[in-house]
């Protein structure tokens, strides 16, 4: 019997286990030189990044009990994350691509593609799977944002953000970091602290989406046009926040 007991436990410690092998190995992995298939590979990834990346923002769009409008129409970027992998076995680890765009005089930027990691400890158990929005509040945060690293908590005020539509009435929000984070799991949006986490530039799908090495500020400062893969990120920016969708898309 208490064999019988023990045995799922034993499964979940060791489908943990191995999921964080390969959270720790694709962040390994980054940087590998790539072969011409790799690229058109990553040229696809990115594309569906983007989608993906859209999608998420359209679920929010229609859920207006979530992020107070009034916060995301301050926001000077925002970063989307698709499927953020969180795996947890004693030490955990968490792992995951998303794209960030920031508002310029002519509107949202080109996406900048990023990769997020960050590790903790404790007694923990389980893989975990959900999506990230992260809104940066002021132009401080926008100004790190702009480097090729960041590491939220450290170099950037990070907190969860706050949910309901009370939550706009109140000014706490403003206050409270440089970047305010959400998550999805199961079709709800919430606050979450994504402190520990570090952010730092995806080359090898930026160099594949765009043809060309370009970094975080020509991309988050609007000198560089959208993709044309990126028509639907970029309406769904727009449709956040009622804002300009930004520069037209490229042949790309």
């Known amino acids: 019997m208490a064999s019988d007991v023990m045995n799922p436990l ?135 944002l702009l480097n090729s690293k960041v590491e939220l908590g450290a170099d950037a005020s990070v907190a969860a953000g706050p949910v309901g539509r009370d939550a706009a009435a109140g000014t706490d929000w403003k206050l409270k970091a440089e970047i305010l984070v959400y998550s999805r799991s199961r079709g709800l949006f919430a606050g979450i602290d994504l402190g520990g986490a570090v952010l730092t530039q995806d080359t090898e799908r930026t160099r594949a989406v765009y043809g060309q090495q370009a970094d975080y500020r020509a991309l988050l400062g609007g000198s560089v046009a959208w993709p044309a893969s990126g028509a639907e990120l970029q309406s769904a920016l727009a449709a956040s926040n009622g804002r300009p969708a930004g520069p037209s898309v490229s042949s790309r």
């Not at 590979?41 to 569906?48: S, V």
């Not at 769009?61 to 795996?87: E, G, N």
């Not at 923990?124 to 809104?135: A, H, M, N, R």
């Open 10 to 144: 034993r499964s979940n410690r060791w489908h943990a286990a191995l999921a964080l092998v390969v959270v720790t190995t694709a962040i390994a992995c980054e940087g590998t030189p790539r072969t011409a298939a790799d690229e058109a590979a990553q040229r696809d990834d990115g594309a569906e990044k983007m989608r993906d990346a859209a999608e998420v923002l359209r679920q929010m769009s229609a859920m207006p009990d979530t992020v107070p409008l009034d916060l995301r129409r301050s926001a000077q970027c925002v970063a989307v994350i698709p499927s953020i992998v969180k795996a947890a076995f004693i030490v955990g680890a968490q792992y995951g691509r998303g794209v960030a765009s920031c508002r310029t005089a002519s509107g949202w930027s080109a996406p900048a593609f990023f990769s997020v990691g960050g590790g903790s400890f404790g007694a923990q158990l389980g893989v975990q799977s959900t999506d990230l929005i992260l809104f940066v509040m002021d132009d401080q945060g926008m100004r790190k």
